[in-house]
């Protein structure tokens, strides 16, 4: 048989590609459950340590069952302010890191008005931490995080950030490195400046409503400081009435 | 045979070492060896990853098209990575993320396509596996001596675990955040390949 006609090389070619991917979208079928718990953990885990909640080298479950422990309320809200319907507190609903993004294509195709944000309040040793989600591009992908306010609306209890892409050792930092999220701690939000917080190369000096940008990391640092503007502004009519 | 099996078997952990000799596979040993769990799992994956695809692409050797042998090897190697990454995701998430993309990356580390091309290709399907096991595993254990000295050394923990005792940090010690940085990484690497060539002369170019 001549191994190297035309017609061999893509039949063959074609052979392999084909079982190729139907051993992955086996494998891909078989462990989707568990990845999908896993995934759920992690995002929990993330809203989590926003709120200083030690989720740190617990199992899925422990996970889990710490969120329906601490969780006071969870719902989603429009960008008017106004409650459009509950989380299932029972099955421990969340709202997905895919579905942050599919609001952000929203954001971006300009419908604002058409956006579902969802809250978390949580119990922290008695006082109401509310947990919001910010969305945004860093440098190579997207970056999300989640920030967690005091019960004064204003005042950050803490912060958590994540990447897909970001520069490992650089622009990955706003995740690995806890210096980072501890930068948000005791910092506070201004809804009525604009932006109502902001990310400064250079140094934040005391500005209460700034921090430091990460040395080596500048479009990642811009971007994780346009995801929390931009999001603070869509939680502005919901953040204003509760601190009434 | 005998003697050539030992060969395949020993020449890469010792003598044609993929890391220290061949000096391949630097980039991912730089970046995954700053915890000892993290290099562990590395290992094991590119090790999995060497012995299977040089085993399956042995059996297909005498089939495959010449013309294209390169793109059927890519498929096979990365349908062997997704799968791994797969289920790393399933049962060892946490790793899978702190290792992020160099997961991925074994697709292109020079070990695998290199023992693919210069063994697999023209031998049969055992000794290509042991071949392609064995380099993963010599690739690993360089690994695995990294992360321990630049985990001991660097957080004073060996896979989490605290080892230096906390008296000696009451005492005044410090871990050396130097060796948690990449270069100190290459620079061991270069200790390594230093006491290697200084204990094996044959190695030693004039």
Same mark, same amino acid.
């Given at each position: 048989?001549?191994?190297?006609?035309?017609?061999?090389?893509?039949?063959?070619?074609?052979?392999?590609? &084909?079982? =190729?991917?139907?051993? +992955?979208?086996?494998?891909?079928?078989? %462990? *989707?459950?568990?990845?999908?718990?896993?995934? /759920?953990?992690?995002?929990?885990?993330?809203?989590?340590?926003?709120?200083?909640?030690?989720?740190?080298?617990?199992?899925?479950?422990?996970?889990?069952?710490?969120?329906?422990?601490?969780?006071?309320?969870?719902?989603?809200?429009?960008?008017?302010?106004?409650?459009?319907?509950?989380?299932?507190?029972?099955?421990?609903? &969340?709202? =997905?890191?895919?579905? +942050?993004?599919?609001?952000?294509?929203? %954001? *971006?195709?300009?419908?604002?008005?058409?956006? /579902?944000?969802?809250?978390?309040?949580?119990?922290?040793?008695?006082?109401?931490?509310?947990?919001?989600?910010?969305?945004?591009?860093?440098?190579?992908?997207?970056?999300?995080?989640?920030?967690?306010?005091?019960?004064?609306?204003?005042?950050?209890?803490?912060?958590?950030?994540?990447?897909?892409?970001?520069?490992?050792?650089?622009?990955?930092?706003?995740?690995?490195?806890?210096?980072?999220?501890?930068?948000?701690?005791?910092?506070?939000?201004?809804? /009525?400046?604009?932006?109502?917080?902001?990310?400064?190369?250079?140094?934040?000096?005391?500005?209460?409503?700034?921090?430091?940008?990460?040395?080596?990391?500048?479009?990642?640092?811009?971007?994780?400081?346009?995801?929390?503007?931009?999001?603070?502004?869509?939680?502005?009519?919901?953040?204003?009435?509760?601190?009434? | 045979?005998?003697?050539?099996?030992?060969?395949?078997?020993?020449?890469?952990?010792?003598?044609?070492?993929?890391?220290?000799?061949?000096?391949?596979?630097?980039?991912?040993?730089?970046?995954?060896?700053?915890?000892?769990?993290?290099?562990?799992?590395?290992?094991?994956?590119?090790?999995?990853?060497?012995?299977?695809?040089?085993?399956?692409?042995?059996?297909?050797?005498?089939?495959?098209?010449?013309?294209?042998?390169?793109?059927?090897?890519?498929?096979?190697?990365?349908?062997?990575?997704?799968?791994?990454?797969?289920?790393?995701?399933?049962?060892?998430?946490?790793?899978?993320?702190?290792?992020?993309?160099?997961?991925?990356?074994?697709?292109?580390?020079?070990?695998?396509?290199?023992?693919?091309?210069?063994?697999?290709?023209?031998?049969?399907?055992?000794?290509?596996?042991?071949?392609?096991?064995?380099?993963?595993?010599?690739?690993?254990?360089?690994?695995?001596?990294?992360?321990?000295?630049?985990?001991?050394?660097?957080?004073?923990?060996?896979?989490?675990?605290?080892?230096?005792?906390?008296?000696?940090?009451?005492?005044?010690?410090?871990?050396?955040?130097?060796?948690?940085?990449?270069?100190?990484?290459?620079?061991?690497?270069?200790?390594?390949?230093?006491?290697?060539?200084?204990?094996?002369?044959?190695?030693?170019?004039?």
């Amino acid at each position: 048989m001549n191994t190297n006609s035309n017609a061999y090389t893509i039949v063959y070619t074609s052979i392999i590609v &084909i079982l =190729s991917a139907a051993i +992955l979208a086996i494998a891909s079928q078989a %462990l *989707k459950p568990r990845q999908d718990a896993n995934i /759920k953990a992690d995002t929990i885990s993330q809203m989590m340590t926003a709120a200083q909640f030690k989720t740190e080298g617990l199992s899925n479950d422990a996970i889990i069952s710490l969120y329906k422990g601490a969780i006071k309320e969870s719902f989603i809200i429009d960008n008017k302010g106004g409650k459009v319907s509950d989380m299932d507190k029972a099955s421990s609903e &969340i709202f =997905s890191t895919s579905k +942050l993004k599919a609001q952000n294509s929203i %954001l *971006k195709r300009g419908k604002a008005d058409q956006m /579902k944000l969802p809250v978390y309040v949580f119990n922290k040793d008695g006082k109401d931490i509310t947990v919001i989600p910010v969305y945004g591009a860093g440098l190579w992908g997207p970056i999300w995080g989640y920030l967690a306010l005091e019960p004064d609306m204003k005042t950050l209890a803490g912060a958590f950030f994540n990447h897909e892409s970001e520069t490992p050792g650089l622009g990955a930092k706003i995740k690995d490195d806890p210096s980072f999220r501890a930068r948000f701690v005791g910092k506070s939000i201004d809804l /009525k400046a604009k932006p109502a917080f902001e990310i400064i190369k250079g140094g934040a000096g005391n500005k209460s409503n700034a921090i430091d940008a990460i040395t080596g990391a500048t479009m990642t640092s811009r971007g994780v400081g346009d995801a929390i503007a931009d999001w603070l502004d869509l939680y502005k009519p919901y953040l204003t009435k509760a601190e009434e | 045979m005998n003697a050539k099996l030992k060969e395949t078997i020993l020449n890469p952990l010792f003598s044609v070492n993929p890391i220290t000799v061949l000096v391949l596979g630097i980039c991912s040993s730089l970046a995954v060896t700053v915890e000892l769990k993290g290099a562990l799992v590395m290992a094991l994956s590119v090790t999995i990853v060497t012995a299977l695809s040089c085993l399956v692409l042995s059996l297909l050797r005498n089939s495959i098209p010449n013309r294209v042998r390169i793109i059927i090897q890519l498929v096979v190697v990365s349908m062997l990575v997704i799968l791994v990454d797969q289920i790393l995701k399933a049962y060892a998430y946490q790793i899978d993320t702190q290792l992020s993309v160099y997961i991925g990356l074994i697709i292109t580390n020079c070990i695998v396509m290199g023992r693919i091309e210069a063994f697999a290709l023209a031998n049969k399907p055992i000794p290509s596996f042991l071949d392609g096991l064995f380099n993963g595993i010599g690739y690993g254990m360089i690994l695995v001596i990294l992360a321990i000295v630049r985990e001991l050394f660097g957080s004073g923990t060996l896979l989490g675990m605290r080892i230096i005792p906390q008296a000696f940090y009451d005492a005044g010690y410090v871990n050396n955040g130097l060796v948690i940085l990449p270069p100190m990484a290459l620079i061991l690497i270069g200790c390594i390949i230093w006491i290697q060539r200084g204990v094996q002369k044959e190695l030693q170019e004039d």
